[in-house]
């Protein structure tokens, strides 16, 4: 994961863009760990997950629509990972 995060942020740079990731902050990551994986995961068909940041999301005001939508990594869901393919393949 962080391997890919800083070859997203290589490619986000090229387009003046700065990306914050909040949740792969060392001091998010371990008290993330603290949390049951009950909170965030309900079962092994369970294709939504991290309810517990959801309910969050809800009650910090996200839209219910935006705050449910299915998980997406975001190298996929922004098309990044098409860019850093090309821009791997110029170097």
Same mark, same amino acid.
Request: aromatic residues 6%; hydrophobic residues 35%; glycine residues 4%.
């Given at each position: 994961?962080?391997? $890919? $995060?800083v070859a997203i942020n %290589?490619? *986000?740079?090229?387009?003046?863009v &700065? $990306?914050? %990731?909040?949740f792969l902050l060392p001091?998010? *990551?371990k008290y993330a760990k603290k #949390?049951? #994986?009950?909170e965030k995961i309900h079962g092994s068909d369970d294709m939504k997950r991290k309810h517990i940041? &959801?309910?969050?999301?809800?009650?910090?005001g996200v839209p219910e629509v935006a705050a449910q939508k299915q998980k997406k990594a975001l190298q996929y869901g922004s098309q990044i990972h098409k860019s850093l393919l090309k821009s791997r393949k110029t170097s």
């Amino acid at each position: 994961e962080g391997e $890919m $995060m800083v070859a997203i942020n %290589q490619v *986000t740079a090229e387009f003046d863009v &700065r $990306m914050i %990731q909040p949740f792969l902050l060392p001091n998010f *990551t371990k008290y993330a760990k603290k #949390i049951p #994986i009950s909170e965030k995961i309900h079962g092994s068909d369970d294709m939504k997950r991290k309810h517990i940041v &959801r309910e969050l999301a809800i009650d910090c005001g996200v839209p219910e629509v935006a705050a449910q939508k299915q998980k997406k990594a975001l190298q996929y869901g922004s098309q990044i990972h098409k860019s850093l393919l090309k821009s791997r393949k110029t170097s």
